[in-house]
Nanobody, 118 residues
Framework: QVQLVESGGGLVQPGGSLRLSCVVS????????MGWYRQAPGKQRDLVAT???????NYADSVKGRFTISRDNAKNTVYLQMNTLNPEDTAVYHC????????????WGQGTQVIVSS
């Protein structure tokens, strides 16, 4: 049974930084494509970033240059470093994992809340 557990969310002021972590159990991280979605209240879920099993990364235009996704296969952990946060980044951030198609994740975390507010 594959499980994803996120941590690192919280309240931060505009311009601040947070680092989210997603620990994977039940599977070797190296075989999974991984990423982060986010969903703000009343809005659709948006794909934030993807890191493929080979290491290639993709980002939503809204976070390019501010967010960095990375993976540590030895620790079975995926990270999302978020810098220069603004109130529009406020959302629940969900980690996901996929064995084949990144458009249809196989595994989801429970989510971690990020609130950007002064």
């Amino acid at each position: 049974q594959v499980q994803l557990v996120e941590s690192g969310g919280g309240l931060v002021q505009p311009g601040g930084s947070l680092r989210l972590s997603c620990v994977v159990s039940g599977s070797r991280l190296s075989v999974l494509h991984m990423g982060w979605y986010r969903q703000a209240p009343g809005k659709q879920r948006d794909l934030v970033a993807t890191v493929f099993s080979g290491g290639t990364t993709n980002y939503a235009d809204s976070v390019k240059g501010r967010f960095t996704i990375s993976r540590d296969n030895a620790k079975n952990t995926v990270y999302l470093q978020m810098n220069t946060l603004n109130p529009e980044d406020t959302a629940v951030y969900h980690c996901w994992g996929a064995r084949w198609s990144t458009t249809i994740p196989d595994y989801w975390g429970q989510g971690t809340q990020v609130i950007v507010s002064s």
